[in-house]
């Protein structure tokens, strides 16, 4: 009884695995491809959400080869082609709707100012530094994944910076830090946002030790005992 328990599992699990196989054929190739051929299909930008209910369904909801929201999140993060747009939105070069000639050249011009900056940049402000519009530091970041220029690394969230400099991200706290430690006086929410990437009404992201608020929208350093 006991031999053929084990045999009748042996059977199963022999079976379980053709049948992964054949399902794998029938699916095309892996689950990181097939995620690449989704967003290549579509002629506008996805959503992650709508990217794996399509991945579901290509794959017939296989429980052999399920697919989680966590799974294609990950191969959309990983994948070298593939690029964040905000709110949740991915994207493949061809749907940043400029010619790839100028995707080279605005690249090596933001390279250049990434460089010549000597310190963590976020994409808003080299969309100032360029004259272009904020709305496009989304689609500047994806340039920059898609180009992959020489000497600069990515930081995550639209931060930039030389290769090699740091792998460690400045948030806007430690930047507004900085910033009140070497101009050495109050300064108002408008003069910060001047020198510092954030937008309207993010006070509230760097008001914290040492940082404080002296009078209606102006910040200082708590003085140290």
């Known amino acids: 009884m006991v031999i053929h328990d084990i045999c009748g599992l042996e ?15 029938i699916c095309g190739y892996p689950l ?7 967003l290549n299909s579509s002629e506008t930008p996805m959503h992650y959400k709508e990217i794996c209910s399509k991945v579901v369904a290509i794959r017939n909801e296989s429980p052999a080869l399920k697919v989680s929201l966590n799974s294609v999140k990950n191969y959309l993060i990983r994948h070298n082609d593939i690029a964040p747009l905000q709110k949740g939105f991915y994207c493949v070069r061809k749907h940043l709707d400029m010619p790839e000639e100028e995707q ?14 000597g310190n963590q940049i976020h994409a808003l402000e080299i969309c100032s530094k360029l004259r272009l519009k904020q709305s496009m530091d989304w689609i500047l970041n994806a340039i920059l994944l898609f180009e992959k220029p020489k000497g600069i690394q990515y930081l995550g969230r639209l931060v930039w910076t030389k290769e090699g400099t740091t792998t460690s991200r400045e948030t806007i706290h430690s930047q ?12 108002s929410l ?4 001047a020198h510092v990437t954030i937008k309207n009404n993010m ?3 760097f008001l914290k030790d040492p940082i404080i608020k002296v009078s209606i929208s102006f910040y200082y350093l708590k003085i140290q005992d």
Do not use: S, W, Y
């Open 203 to 205: 006070a509230n992201a």
């Open 176 to 187: 507004v830090v900085k910033l009140l430690a070497k101009t050495g006086r109050p300064m």
């Open 32 to 38: 990181e491809n097939l995620v690449k051929e989704v």
């Open 104 to 117: 080279k050249r605005l690249a090596k011009n933001v390279r250049n100012i990434i460089l010549g900056n």
């Open 11 to 25: 059977i199963c699990h022999a079976f379980h695995k053709c049948l992964q196989l054949v399902i794998h054929d």
């Open 190 to 193: 408008k003069e910060i946002q």
